[in-house]
């Protein structure tokens, strides 16, 4: 199995930039498909982004396009998320995930571990 660690989180002005990061121990990360998650209060958890194991095959959540970018570091065991553009609607606490077979990652329920998640706010 793989351990996730998500950071980066923290308050940000709208408009603004935050980078999550993920750091993954334990099975070698280079195998798993990764993705990440949000869940704002009262909400279900929502599909952010996704990538996959060789660093191709990118996939964003329609709300979060054009100013998310995931991406991954297989030599550092890490995975990122820069966030660009920020607003108050972005504000929730963000997972990171793992899947060993899953490769369309759109729905929590395929995603085999996670992280505790690291809390977003976007202040207006």
């Known amino acids: 199995q793989v351990q996730l660690v998500e950071s980066g989180g923290g308050l940000v002005q709208t408009g603004g930039s935050l980078r999550l990061s993920c750091a993954a121990s334990g099975r070698t990360f280079s195998s798993y498909n990764m993705g990440w998650f949000r869940q704002a209060p009262g909400k279900e958890r929502e599909f952010v982004a996704s990538?996959?194991?060789?660093?191709?095959?990118?996939d964003y959540g329609d709300s979060v396009k054009g100013r998310f970018t995931i991406s991954r570091d297989n030599a550092r065991n890490t995975l990122y998320l820069q966030m660009n553009s920020l607003k108050p609607e972005d504000t929730a606490v963000y997972y990171c995930?793992?899947?060993?077979?899953?490769?369309?990652?759109?729905?929590?329920?395929?995603?085999?571990?996670w992280g505790k998640g690291t809390l977003v706010t976007v202040s207006s």
């Open positions: 995930a793992a899947a060993l077979i899953a490769t369309i990652m759109r729905s929590p329920g395929v995603m085999d571990y």
């Open positions: 990538i996959r194991s060789s660093g191709g095959n990118t």
